[in-house]
């Protein structure tokens, strides 16, 4: 199962049991952030770096936690899956990709079907003049907070 779908399922759990939106928003609140990697995301857009997240969380957590630390402002671009809270008021996740109309095509077969950071890399750099794109490969920060995220 990949894992915004089984995110999407513990959301649709939660709010079975009574859990809000603010709930999960307050333990998201509550995830500490090492002083190191805020000092560094200021540091880097102090220096004039172009900062973005790629991310296969969802948009309400990331957006969460950077309102909470006061880091959203610092980024131009959030890529993840995208959610949305339904008229019964539970977060949905889904996936970047509709996986289920279809392979996303990198060809790789490691990332998972929902996002292929790969992809989203590629359309970033395509946006990005080559001027720009060579002041940008001296600048670029890859800050996954520990997480150990990596690239298709």
Known sequence: MPWNTLIDT???ELHARGKTLHDVAEVLRAAPIDPHVVATIKAAYGL???LRVLSDANRF???TILDHH??????SEINTNPSRVDADGRLRIAPHHDFH????????GTCPPNMCKGQ???RTRVGISSNTLSAVATKTLSAAAGLGVGVC
Do not use: S, T
């Open 61 to 63: 957590f990331i957006e």
């Open 10 to 12: 513990v959301m649709g």
């Open 48 to 50: 004039g770096c172009d």
């Open 120 to 122: 989203v890399l590629d």
């Open 101 to 108: 109309a279809g392979p996303h095509g990198c060809g790789l």
């Open 70 to 75: 006061g880091l959203r402002g610092y980024f």
